[in-house]
């Protein structure tokens, strides 16, 4: 069976009126007790306070003399009267509608001690339901008797019901008011829930601008808060992930098309060689063709798991404090060959003592790549490596006269498989500089490239000294 559901407009509506209704019958109960113990209780005192003067005038040099006048008095106020010996009859008046006196035992102990007698109401030994008082009359010193007052309590009691009619008017408007109150307060937090629910179902869809009214007024304004910070979180969460899929297919087209032209060399060269659609004086340099195009395959591989590597925070670098005027030398003697098969110098400048403090092997790996790429685009020209103190660590140039690169292309070398000149398919910087510039960062330096076509180009890296590192 399905559960019914309640609108929480009316759940609202619901328990706000029923704790109303809670409270205001319990206060009326209160209320009425209260009212009802003043008015009887006020009555008696009011009793009592005339059956004091009755018994000042009992015990008067002339006693009696002035009781018809209070008797006068007292039925005016429908008040009555009688004094009553021990054994209960009335001493005054001696007639009158007033019925024999029959107090209990208990009663004429409460007199017997000197005490008031109190009766609120009395349903049983009267005509009427009344309130009434009896006191102890003493004569010589010795209880001879008592005075009895009585008041009905139809006056008491046609008093409370119109105060509780008056009390049932009050409840009823107050319910109205607090019903008004009760929509216009249910309606606005529903409509904040529904905000809300609107704000969510959005989310759900995938759109994740949404922003909700802020506010530190109560629990809703910071709910609010929350789910805007939820909300952008997730936008941002989005947006990486987008940027992470973006960047996955961009990967593979880019792998994909730089394994493509050497596998078909390979291909076509495996082909020729098997068919025999190749002269024997060409052998040689298919073969060489070959070699080489695996070579330049298994260093993109290799330059890819390096830049996953280092992306994914596996490399761990080995510092320690590298001779500069060393570390050049090394450059130069690697890859003096490969620039003169373009016409090109290599020069080195290092003051004799200058120490650079890194790991050896990757700041090898990190000229290798930025001077093969000065070779690639200089010939017949002179690279110039150089290394020099300045305020806060060392400092490595490396100098070309080669072609230079836009200034619009500058911040884009540092991407992976970006070529500057797809046109001609040359000039291909591929994952090297992308790496050249994660090992500088880990290193904590940084790197920075000044050209301008046609002039060459500037490699400029800045690496800590230990004490700062």
């Known amino acids: 069976m399905k559960n019914m559901r309640i609108n929480y407009f009316y759940q609202l509506i619901a328990s706000h009126l029923s704790i109303l209704l809670i409270a205001f019958f319990i206060l009326s109960l209160l209320f009425v007790n209260y009212v009802e113990d003043f008015a009887y209780e006020d009555k008696a005192a009011e009793l009592e306070s005339y059956g004091v003067k009755i018994l000042q005038e009992l015990e008067a040099p002339r006693p009696g003399t002035n009781l018809q006048s209070y008797v006068s008095i007292l039925e005016a106020q429908n008040i009555n009267f009688i004094v009553f010996d021990q054994q209960s009859r009335i001493l005054y008046p001696v007639s009158g509608a007033f019925p024999p006196v029959e107090l209990t035992t208990e009663e004429w102990d409460v007199i017997e001690r000197g005490e008031t007698l109190v009766v609120n109401r009395d349903v049983e030994r009267f005509e009427n339901t009344v309130t009434f008082v009896a006191m102890p009359y003493a004569d010589n010193g ?34 109205a008011v607090a019903l008004l109150l009760s929509l216009l307060l249910s309606k606005l937090h529903v409509s904040r829930l529904k905000r809300m629910q609107e704000a969510a179902g959005m989310i759900s869809e995938g759109n994740y601008a949404v922003n909700l009214p802020e506010s530190d007024f109560d629990e809703f304004g910071d709910l609010s808060k929350d789910f805007n910070q939820m909300a952008k979180r997730l936008q941002q969460s989005n947006e990486e992930i987008e940027g992470l899929e973006n960047r996955r297919r961009q990967f593979m087209a880019d792998v994909s098309h730089e394994m493509r032209t050497p596998l078909t060399t390979i291909a076509g060269v495996i082909e020729g060689l098997r068919n025999n659609m190749i002269a024997e004086e060409q052998r040689e340099k298919g073969i060489r063709l070959v070699s080489d195009e695996t070579k330049r395959l298994i260093r993109l591989v290799n330059e890819n798991l390096d830049y996953e590597k280092i992306r994914s925070n596996q490399v761990t670098l080995t510092k320690e404090e590298i001779e500069a005027e060393e570390l050049l030398e090394i450059i130069q003697e690697q890859l003096e060959m490969q620039a003169a098969e373009k016409g090109n110098r290599i020069e080195i400048a290092s003051e004799p003592g200058q120490v650079i403090y890194g790991d050896m092997d990757r700041l090898i790996q990190v000229l290798t790549n930025i001077v093969k790429n000065s070779i690639q ?28 690169i836009d200034v619009q292309e500058i911040d884009l070398i540092w991407r992976r498989f970006y070529k500057a000149d797809l046109s001609r398919g040359s000039g291909q910087f591929g994952l090297g500089l992308s790496i050249v510039k994660q090992l500088v960062t880990l290193h904590g330096g940084d790197i920075r490239v000044q050209s301008e076509k046609g002039k060459g180009t500037i490699f400029l890296i800045q690496l800590p000294h230990k004490e700062t590192v």
């Not at 200089?378 to 100098?399: F, H, N, Q, W």
Request: cysteine-free; aromatic content about 4%.
């Open 377 to 404: 685009f200089t010939a017949d020209g002179l690279i110039s490596l150089r290394a020099y103190s300045e305020p806060g660590g060392m400092a490595i140039e490396v100098k070309d006269t080669g072609e230079g």
């Open 142 to 175: 010795q209880l001879a008797g008592g005075v009895l007052l009585a008041s009905p309590v139809s006056g008491t009691s046609e008093m409370i019901a119109e105060l509780n009619k008056s009390l049932l008017t009050t409840i009823l408007i107050a319910l």
